[in-house]
């Protein structure tokens, strides 16, 4: 009942100015955790995996799993795979049941982008009701395999943009505009936010046509978040933010309890770090009660 694609949630997102929260997700507790605070804040939720956690628990078990969650939800959730070099692999986890694909074929020249990303986009949309997402321009810092150098990152040309949405065909854009992977190295990383509108603008101004993503939400400050949801980013991304709560709540429960061997305890302390975190963004992204 409550599974949809990411380009649905997304339309609804854009055009009333908040943003769903794109969770990345390392393992099954964390997918619980997120399903049961985003249910709590009656928020709508896009669950996200890297390539790494989709091959190691493997997609049909993440699938199986997110379809369990989500049938049973009284909110709308998309299963989202997250920044994929391989375009066979997407095809794998779009016949798995993931409802949104992220083909990122940003590191390559501007025509085999093109090209990638309108193979997955033609296959995804032949094969069922998934979404696609692409980016244009390179997001600097370290997710899962990809591997971008501030020297490597280059910022989305808006109407390069329209170009590569018209020859894609693909639902959902992530625009480089500034943000980063992994924890930002200065307290006031450099952003286009102009860029961002200019983007906005040329495909939503009219109404919501082509959602916008904004990637590396961990370490941006509260304002610069709101600043970004304010300006079109209507998917919002975060993942080391989840990590470090996943491994410091592992931690400390083991440094507490060192005689103790008991692993659903250890569940459990990782299980209310990950829901404290979520329910922080829910805040921050205006999604709550949007469900
Ligand atoms: P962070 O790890 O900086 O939160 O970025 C997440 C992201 O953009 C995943 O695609």
Redesign the pocket.
Known sequence: MAIVNARELLFKATEEKYAVGAF?ITNIIEMEAVVEEAIERKAPLII?ASVSPSKSIRPEVIAAVYRTLAESAPIPICMHL??CTDVDFCRTCADAGYTNIMIDASKQVYEENVRQTREVTEYCHRVGNISVEGELGT?A?V?DQIKVSEDEAALCDPEAAVRFVEETGVDILAPAIGT???IYKTANPKLDFDRLKRIFDLFNAKGPRVPLVI?????LSPEVVKKLVALGGSKF?????LKHALIDATFDYISANRAQYNPGKVDKAVKEAIKKRINYWIDLLGCAGKA
């Open positions: 990345n996200q997250d920044h997001v810092g997710e980063a992977h992994g990637h590396g939400g961990t370490g991304n975060v993942s080391t933010d």
